[in-house]
């Protein structure tokens, strides 16, 4: 598949996105697994990429009081959608970006961990947007991919691994396996 493989499908369009929040969703990822998948620390600056309405976002929000979530989305509605979904749990440790991931007006190694899930494969050029979020991530940062099953964009680990290496991040553990994995890299 690699680089022949075309991306045809984009970000899924907002409309359809309260689906995401369904609860059942946590019996192939919950929120909590995916926290401690992050090895968070109370005050980490962490970025999340492609959030939606924001299903993993207040768990990640609670794991770092002292800390900020950034979440970035292409879409201004999901970022709606989240920031009202975060703001009735009373979290305010965050910050909403509508951007491009390919190229955003954020500081360089500004980022603890930098994380994704079922979004990698609706980015057009993803060898820039891994090589925009090195640049955001401090040095040892932690770069986090999360496929799952029944996303219509899903990435395989494997193809994962090489695209994300070939930008300069080093493999550091995966989890889980077939259509439902997460996998951890660091900058170098």
Not at 58 to 63: C, D, G, K, L
Not at 77 to 97: C, H, P, S, T, W
């Amino acid at each position: 598949m690699s680089e022949q493989h075309e991306h045809q499908h984009g970000p899924m369009p907002y409309a359809r996105a309260p689906h995401l929040l369904n609860p059942l969703r946590s019996l192939i990822l919950s929120p909590k697994a995916l926290a401690k998948r992050l090895d968070l620390q109370r005050d980490f600056q962490v970025l999340e990429v492609g959030p939606g309405p924001g299903y993993f976002s207040p768990e990640i929000a609670r794991s770092i009081p002292a800390g900020k979530l950034v979440l970035v989305d292409i879409q201004q509605e999901m970022l709606d959608m989240a920031r009202e979904r975060l703001e009735k749990q009373g979290i305010a440790n965050v910050e909403y970006v509508q951007g491009d991931t390919a190229s955003l007006r954020l500081p360089g190694s500004s980022f603890d961990v930098v994380f994704l899930v079922a979004v990698l494969g609706e980015v057009p050029d993803r060898g820039r947007c891994l090589r925009e979020l090195y640049r955001l991530l401090r040095p040892q940062g932690l770069l986090s991919i999360t496929e799952q099953p029944g996303d219509p964009d899903f990435t395989p680990m494997p193809e994962v691994q090489i695209l994300v290496e070939k930008e300069g991040f080093h493999l550091e553990k995966t989890y889980g396996r077939g259509k439902n994995y997460t996998i951890n890299f660091r900058r170098a």
